[in-house]
């Protein structure tokens, strides 16, 4: 296994247009996490997923942000609509919940979103 | 909600220590996580510290919590130039799920 991977690694976008964004997490991990990192600051939850299922999405910037994760393994997040301040770096992370420390996060290393 | 606090910058010379601040907010947090950015690359957990602990070390690292104060500390002993990156602490969202990050703190070292 090679990580988490996560495609594509850059996407410059003209605004209004829709984004996708894939992440494979490491196999066996059951979770899955999406965070947005913008320059200065430490990344930002966005959602998650236990296995399909999405456990928290309240966290979405705006109705815009929408993901998916239809068979437990990969997911995607859209952009609809983008604007020039969802520019960001975009991380995926997954985990094996069990007990103890959560379990190491491990985390891709992002597509980074320019919208002009 | 959570939130955890960081300084931003600090400037070190090769071979000393580092100590790298933190305060939380969650005096709930079962684990307290330190994380490593690399530029261009993503997070790499560094160490993390169970809460009934006080020190935790792990060859150069050293992490200090003190509960009761909710403030982390991460020592990096004989600093190197590879040790350039920004620093995250991390604690658990309540119910030990998504994490929390700090702002990070730039890490340089000067040879």
């Known amino acids: 296994d090679t990580g988490v991977s996560q495609n594509p690694r850059h996407k410059i976008t003209k605004r209004g247009q829709n984004v996708t964004f894939r992440c494979d997490p490491i196999s066996e991990h059951n979770r899955l996490y999406w965070y947005r990192q913008t320059l200065g600051q430490g990344p930002e939850f966005l959602t998650y997923f236990q296995n399909e299922a999405q456990l928290e999405k309240s966290r979405l910037l705006s109705d815009r942000f929408s993901a998916e994760r239809p068979k437990g393994s990969f997911s995607t997040l859209e952009i609809q609509r983008t604007e020039q301040g969802d520019s960001a770096m975009y991380l995926c992370a997954s985990s094996l919940a069990l007990e103890g420390p959560n379990t190491e996060a491990f985390f891709g290393q992002g597509t980074r979103l320019t919208v002009v | 909600g959570e939130d955890v606090e960081q300084s931003l910058f600090l400037s070190v010379r090769e071979g000393d220590s580092s100590v790298i601040n933190c305060t939380y907010t969650?005096?709930?947090?079962?684990?307290l996580y330190w994380y490593k950015q690399e530029p261009g690359a993503g997070l790499q957990l560094l160490t993390y510290i169970f809460s009934n602990m006080d020190m935790k070390q792990d060859q150069r690292l050293t992490v200090l919590l003190n509960k009761k104060d909710k403030h982390l500390s991460l020592r990096i002993a004989d600093t190197q130039t590879g040790d350039s990156a920004i620093y995250f602490c991390?604690?658990?969202?309540?119910?030990?799920?998504?994490?929390?990050f700090g702002k990070g703190t730039r890490l340089s070292v000067i040879a």
């Open positions: 969650d005096s709930s947090s079962t684990y």
């Open positions: 991390a604690e658990p969202n309540s119910g030990n799920t998504p994490l929390v």
